[in-house]
């Protein structure tokens, strides 16, 4: 076991169980959620590689990962920082040595304020989203009250309707009150536009962001022309990531999925010559645990294993072309076989691709890690269910 | 923390701030998965009542709580032991200090079957089904070769199509081998109609459930009119638990939902009365942390906090009657508020009974176990992510 950078979980009984037999990655002990280290090397190096040939920044989201490993090759291959969707994700990475943070959600409430200042202090960079003037009011108060400097983006709905001021306005009075803070920095904007990136054809995709980032430039213009300038624009995604930088509003992308990539973005033209730039690195290994019908068999992953919020998993191998997935109950699966197939046995190893990569990592607590055909580490997944 | 009998999980930056200040339940950080304590002992006492005067044997089901606490108070309140759906689930509450089990499927591969034995050393009691007869002989192998004895039941499919043996003639082959074998120990059969359970009326339900238990009780005549006694019966669930006794097959259920019920089970005539026999136990807590729009506010548990498969969660305080909750993204949930109503401000504390308990419960760490308003202690969710 090379590459096992990582320290192991607690969890010994799990940790022993769950690395089968070193050195092939067929005797991994199923279900198991296995990342292909080949691919995911390629997918960082073609997003990074990309961007410096657009001119924009990467502040990849760990919302996607949740894993330190992940995270810190996403800094060695020169992200700006990580974006992390809760606290309790930035303060498991940064327990697992990362420290260069954007919380791309408000962080509310006296408790969790408290925990923020806390990890502003052990922190390189620590910035985080406002978009509500009492929430901002508490968080000077905490600031002053510590004696700590908080860096702020104030973040701006574009048309999602989940976080983010509403209005022009609301942005100008957010920007105004931290501009009389003392201790509250302010650094630019947020506009995440997450309901656009999975539009499948290329040209709708790019039209419906552009025009997302056209109300984001907006507010932009109003906060400098009131004397807020606004260094950092942040936003953008997989989805969107080929041509965001075309409007000159970004300049930094908050890119996650291409690292591992998923038979959801997969449907999604990314590139707009239907190839999709990345490659599929993330898979579950499951096995035939029942095979007393003909027509189908039922394998060891079920809900509890494979999140069920997107398409059904795609059959990569293991078994005839044309079998389908299906839940089975939380810890099984039917696996349909066509017409002619012979049934798989008991045992037999049917290897699927991730249909949504983020919630499916979040059932897990490792990553089994293979280069070719070689279990090569496992690395713990230090953020799941970090939600808080 | 009174009631705190668990080991704290190695997690110790996730403890401390999952635990928030000790006294109210009201100050708990969120997402967090709450278990109210009176609930979930009165709901163990009524299904231990209840089974008692129906004169049958119970074998609660820990695929639903995954949690060594609810596990040994079901042991104290008179179970036969637990019911485990994955080897590694059982493995986990044996590390919990159990250790009477069930493995209610097959446990196959080589790698598995030597976990099993080195379990089976550890426990009392573990049995295990079996629904194949390559899978049985590599049992018997393993065992003869460890000096191990296996304690075997025959899973027997009753209409579910997902594990078992499809006809009696398999049923009886299967016993064949075992009698053969020296190391080898039948004890009867398992029959689960999962696919039943949450039929809505009762009495269709109760009709559908007969059905499949007449289909367990053939196989049964065949094996004991061939020399193979079943002393033990197990099967039925939450669902059927009412009137499963009055066929006369099983002598013990594998009952798990009850523990703390859900919105799924709600819908469910459990004693066909239109009242529930037991007590809604498990809720989500989130709070609004965006609130920009009107007709709707953002809260922060999303798909990461609750199981996406089953009906929408049901909000039960915190916001004005008729609002609905919908999955907004991983994180966050958006409440849709009934016309009339203000809008909610940000931090306000929103609670929701979890829609299906099995795979919610699996994606949280701990349960912030509640009496009345008091915040009592932290249990561990041990065999979380267990499914292998």
Redesign the interface.
Known sequence: MTEKTEAP???D??DQ??I??PGSRL?I????LVLDLDALDANIAAMAAKAAAQGIGLRPHA?THKSAAIGRRQMDSGALGLCC??L?EA??LA?GGLDRFLLT??V??S??IE?LIALKQRCRDLMLVV??A??LRRLAAAAKAQGVSLDLLIDV?VGQ??????STE?ALALAGIIAAEERLNFHGLQGYA?HLQHITDYGERRQASHAALGQLAAVRDALEAAGHPCPIMTGGGTGSHAFDHEAGVLNELQVGSYTVCDVEYDAVDLAGDGASPFRAGLFVYS?V?????PG?V?I??????I???GPAPEVVSGAPKGSRYS??????G?LDLPGEAEIL???DLVILQVPHC??TI????HYHCVRGDALVALWPIEA?????
Chains 1, 2 share one sequence.
């Open positions: 979980s607690a969890k009984h799990h169980n769950l089968a037999r005797e002990t199923t279900p198991a919302k969707a809760k309790s303060e498991a327990a959600s408000p509310t409430g408790r969790r925990r978009d509500d009492e929430n709905d309707r989940r976080t983010g001021v509403a609301q997450g096995r645990i029942s095979a007393n019908h189908f039922t060891d992953a079920g809900s509890k294993s999140a069920t919020d839940v089975s109950g939380d810890e099984f039917q046995k008991v045992g983020d919630p979040n059932l897990f607590d799941r269910g970090a939600s808080f």
